[in-house]
């Protein structure tokens, strides 16, 4: 079992920043992936960015060059920095912990933009 604890959500106006952390414990596997899905109101869970053990990344085209994710591999925390956010950015935000072909999920945390 993976146990994965996300903070750093909450209002900002349009064009600000927020940044997201989440830290992984428990059974973790090397050649893991972890990274941020999002979920807006009526709408499906989405890739938002992932980065993988070797720290290669991907990102959804809508925000590339806005978002960047980082990650600590020796205390197994992923960051989301978010700028120059937008109103369509608003959504739960989940951290996500992938390996061995499971999947794991934080709690999710709020983020939400207004114009």
């Known amino acids: 079992q993976v146990q994965l604890v996300e903070s750093g959500g909450g209002l900002v106006q349009s064009g600000g920043s927020l940044r997201l952390s989440c830290v992984a414990s428990g059974n973790i596997f090397w050649g893991n992936v972890m990274g941020w899905y999002r979920q807006a109101p009526g709408k499906e869970r989405e890739l938002v960015a992932t980065m993988t053990s070797t720290k290669s990344t991907n990102y959804a085209d809508s925000v590339k060059g806005r978002f960047t994710i980082s990650r600590i591999n020796a205390n197994i925390t992923v960051y989301l920095q978010m700028n120059s956010l937008k109103p369509e950015d608003t959504a739960v935000y989940y951290c996500?912990?992938?390996?061995?072909?499971?999947?794991?999920w934080g709690q999710g945390t709020q983020v939400t933009v207004s114009s």
């Open positions: 996500n912990f992938a390996a061995l072909s499971r999947d794991y």
